[in-house]
């Protein structure tokens, strides 16, 4: 309590005791802000319920930094409907998105997932509102001002200054580093004495070793381990600290002549938007980084030595020894997992952890044999993989593919044949009957619409012409004058139906006129009109209840030939030029394979002739690529023998 304001904290993930997500509830007498949103690889259901109580009376939700431990939660939330204002520094909103990515891909690569997908993520990130640091964000309606500043540790990272008018601040800060980095700056303190500081304890009994040491450290053990022809796998986050490491061994690699041989690598499902994401964020980093950028004018995260690597086939081309910066901190999903099994058995290679994994987990495992100084163990662990289908059950999954497929396009068929009985008016039973019948009325209706124009026109130049003139008598009082001879009455219908009876006995369906040529009504494309025409010409009611509102086409014939060597928009078709390229498709060489390129036994299977039957076009998954090739994800026992750990954390 201060004054008149009533301050209440309720955490609902990251207090104290608890390694988990972070996540609070801050409520300034009737204000409710979400102070992150954070979660994990357990994907604890009963935290996103809590959440969820409040979810429609929360006013604002502030993200700090751009890892899964501050926004993991907040597609699943948004899809369970939190729809209040979301803010994040412009960086922590590109890379958040991105972190998402690797996350889901990540899970999706070991089993099937379905918390959530890319489209979840999407509409989440669309509630997101980006600021910049000191962005007054006002809540009129709860009077309560939200201000963003640099907390270090992470590219766009921010603790939040929030104030009631007329009372003390409130300063939320978590996860960071009051010391300047290679492309950080440290904390601002721009605050004094708040009212109420949040924050978190995780290193509170952890003194770091100064920065030039940590890094001397770190820069000769992998010089150690690849001088021995071992690897080093550093186990990081997708787009945190990833960019620090990243950007100082980046340096390293040009200034030391004994990693010039040793490849390094950054590796997550979306490495190459990261760095591209670091690059148009300079003016959020240090002045070293900018200056550096002004001067020399080319930007200092586009690396010379860093390759940029998305799937473990890219990695293994990649000339050893590495050095690979993979993502997951927890190593329970990820590349740092799928590496791990086959990395940490050759007693060779280290192992490197930036940060103290969540407990009861495979990063924690090593992190608790690098404080303990132990290697050469060896421990059995469940392992999650997605492989390739082969024989039988790649048989029986085509299989069903094709039954699907044959489904599917049955539907299809089925509901264009319906569309098309609806768009014409006709019922399945009698669409036949109808069509003759319509087509008829229709050439009735042109022909005669067409004759009566023409009379119309007709009548009118004749009047114009052969009228009598007398002068100070109207011409109406001629034309019904008993002097002026009148030609002989014919009924305008019977002249009419003669000239269509004409027309149609010459099986023409071109439109006569007396003053401009013969027109050709070929367009391949069908008018339509309403069915008061039919009503007109014969059609009875009850066939027009039946048809209800469709309509019927004006110029319905018959140009099949035309339609056939002609594409939508009438151009010409000249079939030999298609059938030329197939023919010259038919000898297309295959793929050379790289003199340097070692066969893979892990490579996705291939369909032996002999295997296949009958003929192929009716098997149309033949043709697989390494996206779309049928998986199935297994879990199999692995016993690995430990290599060497150590720690490098700020």
Not at 604 to 623: A, F, H, M, N, V
């Amino acid at each position: 309590m201060s004054g008149k304001q009533n301050i209440r904290l309720l955490p609902l993930a990251g207090a104290a005791g608890d390694d988990g997500p972070y996540c609070f509830l801050l409520m300034i007498d009737d204000c409710k802000i979400l102070l992150d949103c954070g979660w994990d690889d357990r994907f604890d259901l009963k935290y996103i319920d809590e959440i969820m109580k409040y979810c429609y009376s929360i006013d604002a939700v502030l993200l700090s930094h751009s890892d899964r431990a501050h926004l993991g939660a907040l597609p699943l939330l948004v899809k369970k409907g939190l729809r209040c204002p979301i803010y994040a520094t412009v960086p922590v909103a590109n890379l958040g998105k991105l972190v998402m990515y690797d996350w889901m891909n990540s899970h999706h690569n070991i089993e099937e997932f379905d918390v959530f997908n890319l489209d979840e993520i999407d509409a989440a990130w669309k509630s997101i509102i980006p600021i910049n640091y000191n962005q007054r964000i006002n809540l009129a309606h709860r009077n309560v001002i939200c201000r963003a500043f640099n907390s270090g540790h992470s590219l766009g990272g921010a603790y939040w200054r929030i104030t009631k008018t007329g009372e003390e601040a409130i300063i939320y800060a978590v996860a960071f580093n009051h010391r300047k980095e290679w492309h950080l700056n440290a904390m601002t303190y721009d605050f004094y004495r708040p009212h109420l500081f949040i924050m978190d304890s995780t290193n509170s009994l952890y003194t770091a070793p100064r920065r030039k040491q940590r890094d001397e450290s770190l820069v000769k053990k992998i010089v150690d381990t690849a001088t021995n022809g071992g690897e080093v796998m550093i186990v990081t986050d997708t787009a945190g600290r990833s960019l620090e490491i990243a950007f100082f061994l980046d340096s390293c690699w040009s200034a030391i002549n004994d990693l010039k041989t040793t490849s390094l690598v950054l590796m997550s499902n979306v490495a190459a938007s990261v760095v591209d994401h670091a690059k148009m964020h300079i003016d959020w980093m240090n002045k070293t980084v900018a200056e550096r950028f002004e001067t020399t004018a080319q930007n200092p995260f586009k690396f010379k030595h860093v390759h940029l690597v998305h799937r473990l086939q890219d990695l293994d081309r990649l000339r050893s020894p590495k050095v690979v910066l993979c993502s997951q901190m927890d190593m329970e999903s990820g590349y740092s997992y799928e590496l791990f099994s086959n990395f940490v058995a050759d007693p060779r290679n280290a192992l490197v952890l930036t940060s103290r994994p969540r407990a009861n987990t495979i990063g924690h495992y090593f992190y608790q044999l690098a404080q303990d100084g132990a290697a050469g163990a060896s421990r059995t662990f469940n392992i999650r993989k997605r492989i390739f289908l082969d024989g039988p059950e790649l048989e029986e999954h085509r299989q069903r593919a094709a039954q699907k497929h044959a489904v599917e396009q049955e539907k299809r068929l089925e509901k264009f044949r319906k569309e098309q009985r609806l768009y014409v008016g006709a019922s399945s039973s009698d669409e036949s009957e109808d069509e003759e019948e319509i087509a008829k009325a229709v050439d009735k209706y042109i022909i005669e619409t067409d004759v009566r124009n023409r009379k119309r026109k007709r009548k009118h130049e004749v009047r114009k012409h052969t009228q009598t003139v007398i002068p100070g008598i109207s011409v109406k009082l001629i034309e019904e004058s008993q002097f002026v001879e009148k030609p002989k009455e014919v009924s305008e219908d019977e002249e009419i139906e003669a000239e269509v009876e004409e027309i149609r006995k010459s099986k023409s369906r071109r439109v006569a006129t007396d003053d401009i040529e013969m027109q050709n009504w070929d367009n391949p494309f069908d008018l339509y009109f309403r069915h008061h025409v039919l009503v007109y010409y014969g059609m009875g009611k009850s066939d027009v209840k039946k048809k209800k509102r469709a309509g019927f086409p004006m110029f319905s014939f018959d140009n099949d030939k035309r339609k056939m060597n002609t594409s939508d928009y009438g151009e010409p078709i000249n079939p030999e030029i298609f059938q030329e390229k197939q023919r010259n498709d038919m000898f297309v060489p295959a793929p050379m394979q790289r003199p340097d390129e070692k066969p893979d036994e892990d490579k996705k299977p291939t369909i032996k002739d002999e295997e296949t039957d009958g003929d192929e076009s009716d098997k149309p998954l033949l043709g697989f690529t390494d996206d779309d090739w049928p998986t199935k994800c297994i879990e199999e026992q692995e016993e690995v023998q430990m290599c060497f750990v150590i720690l490098y954390s700020e």
